[in-house]
């Protein structure tokens, strides 16, 4: 049998082009599996840490930490494979994420406003170490102006999503009005509930009646694992997108958890198929949070975060020394003040450590989305 030149410069072309594409294929199932072993490696990583550290400001952090470096890995598989996610079944699959992530960034802001409020929190504390300042002598007066600030951050903490909120606010506008005569008691009683209302509404990114649960629901909404035929046809590609979804919508869902924000609550259900090697951790992390929340001493908390718990103790063990005083202080008396004074001082510096980077790091979270976002509205315009 005789060949043509032709006929083997064609044969040649092939065979290169099926060595190419074949590499390609390689090179592509290298990368995505090497993503999904980065996402399994970190969340198991995440998971490990005993009960007293998850969701505390170092485990947020970690958590934000995760997600900037999934996001970044993200973003780099669809820029490498950018004419690939540019046609179906692909295109479709990645605008619904960006869809979805750009929902995320009005939970950036209203967990940017949370962690605000926390910072205030931090200065009332503040307020009761100055006045109760271990090296001065305690006086009255002194007590009376950590009162006023231990009222304030009770007020400040009422949660109004819990059936107990009006108890909470009785109790601080009791407290406030001590001392004061039936009028004067009336006068500040109506100015501390129009403070109050104020205090819910300062520095607010998100609308009245904008709200965390429905938010999520939406970030959730139709999320679904890629059927095999979108599975086959994107090379697996499809599954990289899945998993940036869950990922965006479990941070987002911690964040919420976490942090006092608008309407919050948990009631969002993982369905993350048992197969995948991050499932397990995710799915551990979500049932923990959760039984979190149902611990009684935390329902009626406007936050899960570790650090919120630690002012409420605080705030409650002060509150309650403070009503078992009599002066002048014995020096016992004077003693135990000074030693919950400096529990106070523990949580003020963790507070202040802890929410400053935090709040960067969110800050970080809604550029790099709105950067994502940019990037691939670009691409379609290009391609």
């Not at 060949?3 to 995505?32: A, D, P, W």
């Not at 090379?235 to 919420?256: D, R, S």
Request: aromatic share 8%; with cysteine; net charge neutral.
């Amino acid at each position: 049998m005789r060949f043509t030149t032709e006929y083997l410069g064609s044969s040649i072309l092939n065979l290169r082009s099926t060595q190419v594409h074949s590499m390609e294929n390689s090179s592509l199932e290298q990368e995505l599996n090497l993503f999904q072993k980065h996402v399994t490696d970190r969340f198991n990583e995440l998971s490990s840490v005993p009960n007293n550290d998850l969701l505390s400001l170092s485990w947020v952090r970690k958590l934000l930490d995760i997600f900037l470096c999934c996001q970044e890995e993200f973003r780099m598989i669809l820029h490498n494979h950018r004419s690939k996610v540019c046609k179906p079944p692909l295109d479709c699959l990645v605008n619904e994420f960006y869809e979805r992530s750009v929902k995320a960034l009005d939970i950036c802001n209203a967990i940017s406003d949370g962690v605000e409020t926390v910072r205030q929190w931090e200065k009332l504390l503040e307020i009761v170490v100055c006045a109760l300042d271990t090296k001065r002598i305690i006086s009255k007066g002194k007590f009376r102006r950590a009162k006023k600030a231990l009222v304030d951050l009770a007020i400040g903490m009422v949660d109004d999503s819990n059936e107990d909120s009006n108890n909470v606010f009785s109790f601080a506008s009791r407290n406030r009005s001590f001392g004061r005569n039936k009028v004067d008691r009336d006068r500040h009683d109506r100015r501390d509930s129009s403070a109050f209302g104020q205090f819910r509404l300062l520095s607010s990114s998100v609308s009245r009646n904008w709200s965390a649960i429905r938010q999520l629901q939406a970030i959730g909404n139709n999320l679904c694992f890629p059927k095999n035929s979108d599975l086959v046809a994107s090379n697996g590609i499809a599954l990289t997108i899945y998993t940036m979804n869950t990922i965006l919508l479990f941070t987002m869902w911690a964040l919420v958890a976490a942090i006092p924000c608008q309407d919050r609550g948990l009631h969002h259900n993982f369905s993350i198929p048992r197969q995948l090697s991050w499932a397990a951790p995710v799915t551990s992390l979500h049932e923990r949070i959760l039984e979190e929340s149902k611990k009684v001493e935390r329902r009626n908390s406007c936050g899960l975060l570790k650090e919120i718990q630690k002012i409420e103790k605080c705030a409650r063990v002060m509150n309650d020394l403070a009503d078992s005083l009599e002066f002048p202080l014995s020096e016992d008396k004077e003693d135990e003040v000074r030693v919950k004074v400096e529990d106070v001082v523990n949580v003020c510096e963790g507070l202040k450590d802890g929410l400053n980077p935090l709040e960067k790091q969110i800050r970080e979270v809604f550029h790099r989305i709105v950067c994502g976002r940019m990037e691939g509205l670009d691409s379609q315009y290009r391609y």
